[in-house]
């Protein structure tokens, strides 16, 4: 769904791209996202989903800018921060994903809605793997531990409704 106040043409396209991603018809659906956010350049969720478009297309830098984006045009919507901390915890950059993951919680409606769930887990996973890695800063990431497995263990517990 899309925001409010988005005019019908980009909320069209948005949603064809959607159907687009879905089908697995990636050049459809990048059409239509792109052409969505140049019907509405300021909403965020078109340019969301165009990211996931470039993400599937191998655009990663694309995809990065898309993310940051759309976290910026909508700051209280966790769902880009989900995605920027998923690409930097495939890139090895565990301390900056797990930044982004405590902020999508941090604007997720529930702890254990679909956001919340994502960013639970990958926060309790980036907490793991930091304190794991040895070094002067292990002791530090390890009292962060109680309170990661206490998300985990919540998001567990719950049924994301897209799993």
Known sequence: ALAEGVPQHARRCAERGAEARRAGRLAEARAA???A????PTDHEARH?????????GED??????????ASLYPACPKPRNGLGSMLLEAG??????R??????E???EP?????????????LCTLTLARRGGAEAARWRQRLPKARLRLWRALASTPSDR
């Open 112 to 124: 254990d809605d679909d956001d919340g769930w994502d960013a639970s887990v990958n926060a309790a």
């Open 107 to 109: 604007r997720s409606a």
């Open 49 to 57: 989903g165009l990211a996931i478009v470039q993400l599937m297309q």
């Open 33 to 35: 996202f792109d052409a």
């Open 37 to 40: 956010v140049v019907a509405c």
């Open 100 to 105: 982004h993951f405590e902020a999508a919680l």
């Open 93 to 98: 950059r565990t301390r900056a994903a797990l």
């Open 61 to 70: 830098a694309e995809a990065r800018r898309s993310l940051a984006t759309a």
